[in-house]
């Protein structure tokens, strides 16, 4: 009773944040509606869930896009579907209305059993024997076969978040009447899909593999991150019946991660790198600096959070992505757009990139990594208006003077806390600049709000892959975390 109190009270509020941005009672809030971003995103918001929803087939595939040539995007990634899965669980928490949460919760159920459908294979990255070796196929057939041509693979990240996204299918079966009479027949499945996830992570997080833009060979900073995540939610999972075991196995597994993850600071570049050992793939890499890091970031967000968006190297990083890009790409010398509103540079999956979204020339700039951008601005802001304290370090003082109309006060050392009149500027700082990213995707988006892949470098129209899952997916959750931190500020 007291927990179905509380969780309506959550989705109560959910409904609230996505959709506040109307409401524009505050003084930052109604600065942005001058240009009618907040109603902007709203209905892009809204756009993003009927073209994910667009791109979820009858058997729980999750295309990556339907572009099937130029580039062939039509297969089931297994990364790309988690985080798309995601945004459908968020949809159903948030919704009143029983004919679209009952939808919702079939999209989960199909996506569960296509899970388990392609976990039951071999693949060319190994076999189920070998502690399931063959979940590290990075991408599939529509069918659900494995994809049977030469590729970057394995690529270790897909198990660990397909576990989480698993896992949170799995407890809101749990907890909500129309989800357990929708998944009463799959738990023993799903549970044991979700357990063989954990076993995969913990077992293989070592091996060499390809980094989530499937180029290059190595250890990277993105896998590392969201198995951590997936351990530590999965020693949560299993403690809960019983599994002291297992549970102590993840944490021992986590904790060797962390110790792992420390390898990839680079004091010299003053960056958190993507790759350490590389042993194939690309070798033109040369600066390592790559925005996976702040998707990791993003993305390792549980219930505990590790190498958050607060972390100080983190948002070195940050800083080191947007001065990086905003010099590289050409478009980026505009820096507003037609009503004069300031805009933030478009940035790209790392500077070295060739990837043009068909083949091989220049890369462009991505939404996604733009939109994580934006998502690691209010993210970070939410928690300093949780923790109640901003220290200034010499890792982040570059990326807090570059906060219009606040940075240039700060230097290491200092601490803000509530009650000082910078605390809250810095926030609302934070706040703004996450809404120049998302200005800048408006700017480059189609007339009707559809997303491609990539934004041109010298054109800025867009280009690659239509209607990418992973692009609405990004945009959902950076707006999502606006909202979110929009109810904070009202506070
Ligand atoms: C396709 C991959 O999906 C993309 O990430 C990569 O950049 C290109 N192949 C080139 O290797
Ligand atoms: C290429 C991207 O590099 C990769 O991260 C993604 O999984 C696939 N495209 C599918 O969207």
């Known amino acids: 009773m007291l927990f179905r109190l509380k969780a309506s009270i959550l989705s109560a509020l959910r409904?609230?944040?996505?959709?506040?941005?109307?409401?524009g009672t505050m003084a930052q809030a109604q600065d942005f509606d001058r240009n009618g971003l907040d109603s902007w995103l709203s209905s892009e918001q809204a756009l993003a869930a009927t073209k994910i929803s667009?791109?979820?087939?009858?058997?729980?595939?999750?295309?990556?896009?339907?572009?099937?040539?130029?580039?062939?995007?039509?297969?089931?990634?297994?990364?790309?579907?988690a985080l798309t899965i995601d945004v459908v669980l968020d949809l159903y928490v948030a919704s009143n209305n029983p004919e679209d949460r009952a939808a919702y919760l079939q999209q989960a159920q199909n996506y569960v059993d296509f899970s388990l459908k392609i976990q039951s294979q071999p693949t060319l990255s190994g076999s189920i024997q070998d502690h399931f070796a063959n979940f590290g196929e990075p991408k599939f057939e529509v069918g659900g076969v494995g994809f049977s041509q030469p590729w970057g693979r394995p690529q270790t990240d897909g198990p660990a978040l397909r576990a989480v996204s698993l896992m949170r299918i799995y407890k809101l079966a749990q907890q909500r009447?129309?989800?357990?009479?929708?998944?009463?027949?799959?738990?023993?499945g799903m549970k044991n899909a979700l357990l063989a996830d954990l076993e995969y992570t913990a077992y293989h997080w070592r091996d060499q593999g390809y980094d989530l833009w499937e180029e290059v060979r190595g250890q990277h900073f993105y896998n590392a991150m969201v198995q951590h995540r997936a351990l530590v939610a999965g020693a949560a999972f299993v403690n809960t019946y019983g599994g002291q075991g297992d549970a102590r196995r993840y944490l021992a597994e986590a904790a060797a991660l962390e110790t792992h993850l420390a390898r990839f600071w680079d004091p010299g570049r003053g960056y958190f790198v993507e790759t350490i050992d590389r042993s194939g793939g690309l070798d033109y890499k040369s600066s390592n600096l790559d925005s996976g890091v702040v998707l990791a970031s993003l993305h390792a967000q549980g219930e505990q959070s590790y190498l958050s968006p607060t972390d100080d190297r983190i948002l070195a990083t940050a800083h080191a992505l947007r001065s990086?890009?905003?010099?590289?790409?050409?478009?980026?010398?505009?820096?507003?757009?037609?009503?004069?509103?300031?805009?933030a540079p478009a940035i790209g999956r790392y500077p070295e990139d060739r990837y043009d979204g068909v083949g091989s020339s220049q890369g462009h700039p991505w939404f996604i990594a733009t939109a994580a951008l934006a998502e690691l601005s209010y993210r970070a802001a939410a928690l300093y208006a949780a923790t109640d304290r901003i220290l200034i370090t010499a890792q982040n003082e570059a990326f807090f003077a570059d906060l219009a109309g606040v940075g240039q006060g700060l230097h290491r050392g200092d601490t803000l806390t509530r009650g000082d009149a910078t605390f809250r500027n810095v926030l609302d700082a934070l706040l703004r600049s996450g809404d120049e990213y998302l200005a800048r995707i408006r700017f480059h988006s189609a007339i009707g709000g559809e997303l491609t892949e990539q934004i041109d470098r010298y054109t800025g129209y867009e280009r690659g892959a239509i209607d990418l899952s992973?692009?609405?997916?990004?945009?959902?959750?950076?707006?999502?975390?606006?909202s979110q931190l929009i109810l904070v500020l009202q506070q």
Do not use: E
């Open 54 to 81: 667009a791109n979820l087939l009858g058997n729980g595939a999750v295309l990556a896009s339907p572009s099937r040539s130029g580039p062939n995007y039509y297969f089931h990634w297994t990364r790309d579907a």
């Open 15 to 23: 409904i609230v944040s996505l959709v506040l941005p109307c409401s």
């Open 470 to 482: 992973w692009s609405y997916a990004s945009l959902f959750k950076a707006v999502q975390a606006r």
């Open 177 to 188: 009447l129309d989800a357990q009479r929708q998944f009463s027949a799959s738990m023993t």
């Open 324 to 343: 990086t890009f905003a010099a590289l790409f050409p478009i980026n010398s505009v820096s507003r757009d037609r009503a004069q509103h300031q805009l």
